[in-house]
């Protein structure tokens, strides 16, 4: 039984690039959550998909944007890279919407030059 | 905006010794986890505890809630060298389970 998996696990991108990250749930999950973790802090809740729809989203700009698709598999855009988004990104999977725990991929590490 | 502070910040102990971890949280919740997060890599759901309930038990583990206080604590028993980590604390406002993070605690165990 897979775990959730991210791809890539490391990305390097210049200053108003634009990227993709990618996350496939855990077997039997449909929900997926995106977290942003700076160095030495606490993941922060992006936003959340759920049937192929955005059903919850945290405080990020709309450089943040993402997507799910049928196989509940989901991606993360930002567009407009700045600094500040250098960060480990965390994408957590869950079932339905009941608040069962979550169980997270290893994450992707950005770094914006 | 993190919901959930987890206190210490760090704490060192002996191999065998107990490790107790706080969180305190400001709004109303549907549930609480516990995670544990190794050098930076994923997150690792440790226990689950509902707002309804006291106290949970896995393991080694202990995880209280009073929801009067806002506040949980997570015990680790007879800590391993191997416990060494970094513990969040999460609370879920909703069912929908967007969760919030505190900062953690980070974990010492010396061998």
């Known amino acids: 039984d897979a775990g959730v998996t991210q791809s890539p696990t490391h990305l390097i991108k210049t200053r108003g690039q634009q990227v993709t990250l990618r996350c496939s749930p855990k077997?039997?999950?449909?929900?997926v959550s995106w977290y942003q973790q700076a160095l030495g802090q606490g993941p922060q809740f992006i936003f959340q998909y759920y049937e192929e729809e955005e059903r919850q989203r945290g405080n990020f700009p709309d450089r943040f944007s993402g997507h799910q698709f049928p196989n509940y598999s989901s991606e993360l855009n930002v567009n407009a890279l700045l600094l500040g988004d250098s960060a480990l990104y965390l994408c957590?999977?869950?079932?339905?919407?009941?608040?069962?725990?979550?169980?997270f991929g290893p994450g992707t590490r950005l770094t914006v030059t | 905006s993190q919901q959930g502070e987890e206190d210490p910040q760090a704490l060192s102990i002996q191999e065998g010794e107990n490790a107790t971890m706080n969180c305190s949280y400001k709004?109303?919740?549907?549930?609480l986890q516990w995670y544990r997060q190794n050098s930076g890599r994923g997150l690792v759901h440790l226990i689950l505890i509902r707002s309804n309930e006291r106290e949970k038990h896995s393991g080694r583990l202990r995880v209280t809630l009073d929801t009067s206080k806002k506040s949980s604590s997570l015990l680790i028993t007879a800590s391993r060298a191997a416990d060494t980590a970094s513990y969040f604390c999460a609370t879920a406002p909703n069912t929908n389970n967007d969760m919030r993070f505190g900062a953690g605690t980070r974990l010492t165990v010396k061998p």
């Open positions: 957590a999977s869950s079932f339905g919407d009941l608040a069962y725990e979550q169980y």
């Open positions: 709004t109303s919740i549907n549930n």
């Open positions: 077997s039997g999950h449909d929900t």
